[in-house]
């Protein structure tokens, strides 16, 4: 049973996205997989991650097969917002370096204990 409280950001089927929060597939062929939200529709996420799915051609995905994972910040993010055009480089480099930031912390969690 979910835990989070009623609309948090991990209820993705009651908030919506914003441009830049990083998402996790949980239906279609494409579960598991992690995507950047490249832009919003009523209801609908339009992600990317630059190798499958691309920049140019974003999936239309609706919230509810979504799963909230991150909200990224920096350049990446900046440009989003700006409305700037990112390329699928960036996007393949940003989702492998904060893969790569969040196993080095696990990682280090996990010799702690």
Do not use: C, W
């Not at 991990?10 to 939200?37: C, H, P, T, W």
């Not at 991650?49 to 919230?63: H, S, T």
């Amino acid at each position: 049973m979910n835990n989070e409280p009623k609309g948090s950001r991990y209820n993705s089927s009651e908030s919506g996205f914003i441009k830049a929060d990083i998402v996790i597939s949980i239906n279609g062929r494409d579960a598991g997989k992690q995507f950047l939200v490249i832009g919003t529709d009523d209801g609908y996420s339009l992600i990317a991650d630059g190798k499958g799915r691309r920049y140019e051609k974003p999936k239309r995905k609706k919230n509810k097969h979504l799963k909230f994972e991150d909200r990224s910040t920096g350049s990446i993010a900046e440009k989003l917002a700006e409305g700037s055009k990112i390329t699928n480089n960036e996007i393949r480099r940003f989702l492998a370096e904060y893969n790569a930031e969040k196993n080095s912390e696990g990682g280090m969690q996990n010799a702690k204990r």
